[in-house]
């Protein structure tokens, strides 16, 4: 896997992730948002969010199980995408479901389940942008690095359990993504178990003799 | 004094002079696959579904009792953002999965309490009602937060109530829905129990404004909203406008209706639309009228107060939700 064509695959990655975006805009132009399309503009985000989430957790498991290490050099770009899509459904909600109405935001921020883990999921991801540059890996060291973007789980867990509260009664799609989700869990279990069987146990050293035995 | 040469640098970071000179094909070929890959997935979305119309013209005549005031949904949206689970629960699936739905024949059972029960097609329940079609324009507010203003054509329940000549016991309405999974793929899966059942007190059932629709923007009603026949029960919540009937029954207790059925704490059988009492997940004291950007403050009985709120003086609302 050499340069050029991890720069080509990143090129296609991009194009991957902006296209939500492309088909929202599309739709603008053409009229064809639905008759609702604040909603649909919220639904089609906050799915992209999802989505998003679950692929860049996807990474690590399949590059241990398939050996294709390059794979990590694309896990920043999906998540940022996920951060970059729930910021455009945190803002459709905000400033065009309810337009400023810091009213109803305390409501639904106290009073509303769904919204409240909702928004808890989009806060947690804040610290995992901020802090997704090389600078930032560096100076926190890998260690903390990695225990912070742990973060992650708990924003996908809580994401999924957003959708599901939402929903009337069809429960197919948030069920679909919680069972992926807990599919890349098991993943990680299952490299964690075989990477502690691999390292040998320290050997026990024998014990000094002791004089006069 | 030491001189430090710079070092240069090394030989093997030196682009090849042939990939150098590639480099304008190498990103043509990126760009091309990368945008091959969003066009693949685009595409397909670009394409909105058909949109099915039955488009038969209907003879009505203009009623008092329509709403005034209001500037009426446009059809188009009527047509496309519908929920109608039998065909699927997002909402453009009805538009997209009726356009073969059979309306025709098509027979009502009216039965239960009464003394005259009967089977009918649409056209002798029509002929029920001595004021022929009427046009009743409402507004529609749906439990989830969005409403619609629809120029429904139909006749006064009341009047197939009294064809049937309901017996003192009969102290409700209860109302069916086709089930006929072949046609209505939804009913596959049992995202709602089958068949969709719905039902009034017996003097929401004779009020008025309470009207079965054969129609709309003055033709027969669009297969996704409800074809051949459905309720219309403006001052409630949508779901309570029971689409595609096949039976209306007169029962002596209150009848089962499938959103109770489905969470019975969220949705009640009188479901009023009421700003005061939220739904347990998400308030009701807005709505977003489809077309508009903003949203609009709920009406107490959908604006309909005047023609019901005296149905339920001294029930606590909040209670009987």
Redesign the interface.
């Known amino acids: 896997m050499n340069n050029?064509r991890i720069?080509?695959l990143k090129?296609?990655?991009?194009?991957?992730c902006?296209?939500p975006v492309?088909?929202l805009l599309?739709?603008y132009f053409?009229h064809?948002l639905?008759?609702?399309p604040?909603?649909f503009i919220t639904d089609t985000t906050g799915t992209a969010t999802l989505v998003l989430l679950l692929v860049t957790l996807a990474i690590t498991p399949v590059r241990k199980f398939t050996g294709l290490n390059w794979l990590i050099r694309f896990r920043r770009l999906t998540g940022l995408f996920a951060f970059f899509y729930v910021l455009l459904h945190f803002s459709t909600y905000l400033g065009l479901?309810?337009?400023f109405d810091w009213h109803?935001v305390s409501?639904?921020l106290t009073k509303?389940?769904?919204i409240i883990v909702g928004f808890i999921a989009f806060v947690l991801m804040i610290p995992l942008a901020v802090t997704s540059t090389a600078w930032a890996i560096r100076k926190m060291g890998g260690k903390k690095w990695n225990l912070l973007h742990k973060l992650i789980y708990v924003s996908a867990v809580f994401g999924i359990i957003h959708f599901w509260?939402?929903v009337?009664?069809?429960h197919?799609e948030p069920a679909t993504y919680g069972a992926i989700l807990a599919v890349l869990l098991l993943a990680r279990v299952v490299i964690w178990v075989r990477s502690r069987m691999k390292r040998p146990p320290a050997a026990k050293q024998p014990e000094p003799a002791l004089a006069g035995d | 004094m030491l001189i430090k040469k710079s070092a240069g640098t090394p030989y093997s970071e030196i682009t090849k002079k042939s990939d150098y000179l590639n480099r304008r094909s190498f990103l043509a070929t990126a760009g091309i696959a990368g945008a091959g890959l969003a066009a693949a997935k685009l595409l397909p979305e670009m394409v909105s579904p058909p949109v099915a119309y039955a488009g038969t013209k209907l003879d009505y005549k203009k009623s008092d009792l329509s709403t005034h005031g209001e500037e009426l949904t446009r059809l188009k949206d009527i047509s496309t953002y519908n929920n109608f689970y039998e065909f699927g629960t997002d909402k453009g699936d009805p538009a997209a999965e009726s356009t073969k739905f059979r309306t025709s024949p098509w027979t009502v059972s009216i039965e239960g309490h009464c003394n005259k029960p009967q089977k009918l097609d649409v056209a002798d329940i029509i002929k029920l009602s001595s004021n022929g079609l009427e046009e009743r324009v409402y507004r529609m507010r749906c439990v989830e937060g969005w409403s619609m203003v629809i120029p429904w054509i139909g006749i006064p329940l009341s009047a197939v109530i009294k064809a049937a000549d309901p017996q003192p016991k009969a102290k409700y309405v209860a109302f069916e829905t086709l089930y006929d999974p072949k046609q209505m793929p939804g009913q596959q899966r049992q995202v709602l129990e089958w068949p969709y059942v719905e039902g009034l007190r017996m003097d929401e059932a004779m009020n008025q404004l309470t009207i079965l629709a054969v129609g709309m923007y003055g033709e027969s009603l669009p297969n996704q909203d409800g074809a051949p026949i459905r309720l219309v029960v403006p001052w409630k919540y949508g779901f309570k406008g029971i689409k595609s009937i096949v039976k209306i029954k007169f029962v002596s207790g209150e009848p089962p209706t499938t959103w109770n059925r489905m969470a019975s704490e969220e949705y009640g059988f009188y479901s009023n639309v009421n700003p005061n009492v939220d739904h347990p997940r998400w308030s009701q004291a807005t709505e977003r009228r489809i077309g508009e950007f903003s949203r609009r403050k709920t009406l107490m009985f959908n604006g309909y107060g005047d023609f019901v709120a005296s149905m339920y003086s001294g029930m606590d609302l909040k209670k009987y939700y």
């Open positions: 050029r720069v080509a090129v296609a990655a991009w194009l991957a902006l296209e492309f088909l599309y739709k053409t064809d639905t008759a609702n604040i909603e479901d309810i337009q109803q409501v639904d509303r389940p769904f509260w939402k009337k009664a069809d197919a």
